[in-house]
């Protein structure tokens, strides 16, 4: 098991109100498996998303990554395990402006202190097995929306991470090229990474083994794929 | 990564080339500045270090207390030299017995040249270092001796080898080279020496200086000496302290106290009140440093406002970097990294800009600083003041900007709250507040000197020379050449004085008057002067007459200036007689006040005109002629005539004279290169500030454009936006005023007090500060608000 929620609970705090975003949720993530969150807007998908990427904090409940309980790690704590085992993928890319395709694609290697010559050898596989060597000296605003989605999915799995966190991957990108997109994924779940993808979209879904639907809050269903 | 953090900050810079330039362009004036000060700084503080043995090197002065007040200078007695080589020889390597600096005339063939040096005992030699460089570094034990420095040598004899030639001195003595000592550097108390001269032949040649050997009361004369190793000025002053009260019995009243004054402190720390050393130029260290760390925390303050107000603009990518597993430290890193980058940039423009305004900073301040490139202290210092830079500059933009939580950046919904302007907003008074208290500064140390300048001297300068008569060539030849140069008519009035006329060369006690209160321990200026002194001036009197060639018993008359009938206590004063407390053989005849005259400021401008005896010269001792030139002609042809006239009575001597009015105005040079520097580096601190101001009514206008554009299309005009826009900078630099006003009367008001003959500060001084402030705000601003108010509302919306 890679990731064991258990009675997981986020409030949101404003002056004076304060908004349950997760609410007592528990569920699990199998190693190697392919998990779709679906739900509608606001209904806690990202936050869960936010704190399954150990990027916020846990207000509630247990949260057990690979066999260790994180829920009250610090930012720090948080961030070495982040590092060397999760990649991102966002909807809107994230991509750096001012780093070019390999630099971009680089930066995790670069926090994980993985050597240059390494560093090289490991952006270039990844460029070239995301079909994007022939930009790498291109800056994220010289790409289409498809590249610089590829671009992310280069990033994110640059450093073979355990699992890929993909938050609305194909919601910027037209059919074709969010088809593209979760072909990657596929491809990278089937070598054997966990990916929890956070969609809107239906025909995405379809692509993982199992979809987990929430509302308020809550897990609501939880169906497996045929 | 370093190359990472490198790229990123490389490409920023590129992309946003008005805040770069903006930063850069603070930053560089901001350092060149720092280093310009620095570089002052470092000149003045190595003073003195061309004498290798500066630290064991020290000046005897004196203490002494005349009714009740204590004055502390250089002047010792000349028994002091035999009582301290007997008493407490063992203390010292070197007592050195030294005039004042001379100037003399020396003479080889037909090459006469005036110059300036020192009679000073051999032992100088060594103390001070001096590097002789041919002949005997003995050689000032013969009386009849004279080194000269290597310019002065070359004048005089060409490529011929000097030493062991004979040279006339003052038309007078002969005497010969014994050795040529290497030019010495400038920027130490003896750069302007070319000649020495044995003291021997000071004290043998000169009939007061005999007389003076057994003298304890005529402080006339300097000590110098150089401690032995293991001792401590200190200890050999606590020593040395009674040596005159213990041995001079007559003088016990003025309870005298000897002390070493340390070389090392000879140009800071050289005034003294009341007995205790209380500093001196070192004020002005202090002034310009604070000066420079005010300019650089005011480029650093652009850096950081505007850093922290793009943050926005810098959010995502911190945001994306946490993401991806970067801790805050190394964002932290990359941010300082970035700012210590810029500061790299910056400080090679700086030092371009310094390089190329060396010169005009050196016509300014006096100076003849370089960049010192071959010291490794210097690149030391470079180093470090550019890490510290980037540190101060970048380390609140490095914290605030690393704080930023990615889940809420990566959302897209990240707005600065609303409060995270406030730092800013803190950072733009303090700055503001800094500018304006420069300002005031400045106009209050200009309105001093002005006030100074103008004050009533009591003569008329204009118009007025001085020609150096020391040679013994002008002896006894004072009337002739009173008729001479009238009759030239290059001159309409001549007199002769021992002091030139901006300044007091003799203070003299031991007189008694009728009503004189017991034990009133008086102490005068003493300035001896022809009959025709008076006139030749311009003196004002207010009592009395003139000296007259008419009365013959006016050999023995003196004029009392105003304030030495106030301090003498002394009622309808003309008439009345000024004896020599001293009634033995050697008593001098009384003096009978003649005549009473308006102050008339001699010595410093900046203090109240001292008691002041115009005594009629019986010996002719007449160091200066003072001529009046005549109105009717141009000066340049009066100075001809009169240069007719000099040569045709002294062929071989130089022509040499000075303008009065210079000599006055050389006395308010210190303060005025003060005031100069200061108030370009007040110009450029208020540059630097409008250039941040600059930077964040740009940003303001670019964070509000779509607010902008729905007030247009809902009816806001052009001077409408702009009021909006302006109006809050121009409430931030309001509050600086607030804050910068009281502090800077304070300052000034206690700076002012130093000076006994001061200028108020009046309200137009924070008026016009303030005006000014205001006025350049607005000026700074309008120029972005203005742009973004006219910008097509359609644009800024679509844009959104």
């Not at chain 2, 402080?219 to 150089?226: A, R, T």
């Not at chain 2, 002739?480 to 008519?489: D, I, K, V, W």
Request: aromatic share 12%.
């Amino acid at each position: 098991m890679i990731i064991q929620v258990k009675n997981l609970e986020k409030y949101y705090r404003t002056d004076e109100v304060q908004t349950i975003a997760l609410n007592k949720l528990s569920f699990e993530v199998k190693e190697g498996e392919f998990v779709a969150i679906m739900g509608p807007s606001g209904c806690g998908k990202s936050t869960l998303l936010n704190i399954v990427g150990l990027l916020d904090e846990v207000d509630a409940g247990s949260f057990v990554f690979k066999g260790q309980e994180v829920a009250h790690y610090s930012e720090r704590q948080r961030a070495r395990l982040r590092k060397h085992n999760i990649g991102f993928v966002f909807q809107s890319f994230n991509l750096i402006d001012e780093l070019t395709v390999y630099e971009n694609v680089e930066l995790p290697l670069i926090y994980t202190g993985v050597k240059p010559s390494q560093r090289r050898l490991q952006v270039e596989a990844v460029l070239e097995k995301m079909q994007i060597t022939h930009r790498r000296n291109h800056f994220p605003q010289q790409l289409s929306g498809g590249q610089q989605q590829r671009v992310a999915v280069a990033r994110a799995v640059v450093h073979n991470p355990k699992l890929i966190l993909a938050d609305e991957p194909t919601g910027n990108l037209d059919s074709s090229n969010g088809n593209e997109v979760m072909q990657l994924l596929t491809e990278l779940n089937k070598a054997g990474t966990t990916i929890i993808m956070v969609t809107h979209s239906e025909h995405d879904a379809q692509y993982s083994h199992r979809v987990i639907r929430m509302l308020d809050g809550h897990k609501v269903t939880e169906n497996i794929m045929a | 990564m370093i190359r990472n953090y490198f790229i990123i900050a490389w490409r920023n810079l590129s992309r946003n080339k008005v805040y770069s330039l903006i930063n850069i362009l603070g930053l560089a004036i901001g350092m060149a500045v720092t280093m310009l000060i620095g570089l002052w700084i470092y000149d003045e503080i190595t003073y003195n270090d061309y004498f290798t043995k500066s630290e064991r090197i020290a000046q005897v002065y004196q203490t002494q207390t005349f009714n009740g007040k204590k004055g502390t200078g250089p002047a010792i007695p000349r028994p002091l030299e035999a009582a301290m080589r007997e008493d407490y020889g063992n203390n010292f390597n070197h007592i050195v017995m030294s005039s004042w600096q001379q100037t003399y005339y020396l003479q080889n063939g037909d090459k006469n040249l005036r110059r300036d040096g020192h009679a000073w005992q051999n032992g100088a030699i060594d103390m001070f270092g001096f590097e002789i460089i041919k002949g005997d570094r003995n050689g000032l034990e013969d009386p009849n001796s004279i080194m000269l420095s290597e310019n002065t040598a070359e004048e005089l004899f060409g490529d011929a080898d000097p030493i062991g030639k004979v040279i006339k001195v003052n038309s007078e003595h002969d005497m010969m080279v014994t050795a040529i000592f290497r030019n010495i550097p400038e920027n130490n108390t003896f750069d302007e020496v070319e000649f020495m001269v044995p003291w021997q032949h000071y004290a043998d040649t000169n009939e007061w200086i005999a007389n003076a050997l057994q003298h304890w009361g005529n402080n006339s004369f300097q000590m110098f000496v150089e401690i032995k190793e293991g001792k401590t000025m200190e200890e050999v002053s606590q020593l040395i302290g009674p040596v005159k009260y213990e041995k001079a019995e007559g003088e016990k009243e003025y309870d005298p106290v000897m002390f070493l004054h340390p070389m090392k402190d000879w140009y800071l720390r050289g005034d003294f009140e009341n007995g205790e050393n209380i500093g001196g130029r070192i004020e002005n260290l202090w002034l310009f440093g604070t000066i420079g760390l005010f300019v650089l925390l005011l480029a650093c303050i652009n850096f950081m406002n505007l850093s922290t107000a793009r943050s926005e603009k810098r959010a995502k990518e911190v945001g994306i970097r946490k993401t991806l597993g970067s801790e805050r430290p190394q964002l932290v890193r990359q941010f300082l990294a970035e700012s210590l980058f810029i500061v790299m940039l910056s400080y090679l423009l700086a030092m371009i800009m310094v390089q190329l305004s060396i010169p005009s900073f050196n016509e300014l301040s006096g100076k003849t600083v370089e960049i010192p490139w071959g010291e490794p202290v210097f690149w030391i210092c470079c180093l470090s003041f550019i890490l510290i830079t980037a540190f101060l500059a970048g380390s609140y933009p490095a914290l605030y900007l690393s704080s930023f939580n990615p889940v809420t950046v990566l959302k897209g919904t990240f707005k600065a709250g609303r409060y995270a302007s406030l730092p800013r907003k803190v950072l733009v008074v303090t700055q503001f507040s800094i500018s304006v208290a420069l300002i005031i500064g400045t106009l209050v140390v200009m309105k001093q000197i002005d006030h100074s300048k103008n004050r009533p001297v009591g003569y008329n300068k204009e118009g007025l020379i001085q020609i150096p008569v020391f040679s013994k060539d002008f002896e006894g030849k004072y009337d002739l050449m009173h008729e001479a140069f009238l009759r030239s008519g290059g001159a309409v009035a001549m007199s002769g004085s021992m002091s030139p006329v901006t300044s007091v060369w003799s203070n003299r006690s031991g007189w008694t008057w009728e009503g004189k209160q017991e034990g009133f321990q008086e102490d005068f200026a003493w300035v001896e002067v022809t009959h025709e002194y008076p006139s030749s001036m311009g003196l004002i009197f207010t009592d009395g007459r003139d000296f007259s060639r008419e009365f013959a018993s006016d050999s023995n008359a003196v004029i009392l200036n105003e304030t030495a009938v106030r301090y003498m206590g002394i009622k309808d004063p003309v008439g009345k007689l000024i004896r020599d407390e001293d009634t033995g053989e050697e008593a001098q005849e009384p003096m009978k006040i003649i005549g009473v005259v308006k102050d008339m400021v001699m010595q410093s401008a900046y203090k109240p005109v001292k008691q002041t005896l115009f005594v009629f010269s019986k010996e002719g001792n007449i160091n200066y002629y003072n001529l009046r030139l005549n109105p009717e002609k141009s000066v340049k042809e009066n100075l001809e005539l009169i240069e007719q006239t000099f040569k045709t009575h002294f062929p071989a001597l130089p022509f040499q004279f000075e303008f009065v009015d210079e000599n006055y105005a050389l006395k308010f040079r210190a303060e005025e290169r003060i005031a100069s520097l200061a108030a370009v580096f007040t110009v450029l601190a208020i540059f630097i500030s409008c250039l941040g101001l600059f930077g964040l009514a740009s940003f303001v206008a670019e964070q509000r454009t779509k607010e902008i554009g729905i007030r247009k299309v809902l009816g806001a005009s052009v001077s409408n936006l702009w009021l909006m826009l302006s109006r809050e900078f121009l409430l931030l630099v309001m509050l600086s005023l607030l804050i910068a006003i009281p502090i800077a009367y304070y300052i000034m008001q206690n700076w002012i007090t130093k000076f006994d003959y001061r200028t108020n500060i009046s309200w137009w001084i924070f008026i016009s500060a303030g005006l000014g402030a205001i006025f350049l705000t607005i000026f700074t601003i309008s120029f972005q608000a203005v742009r973004a108010a006219s910008g097509n509302p359609v644009k800024s919306l679509r844009d959104e």
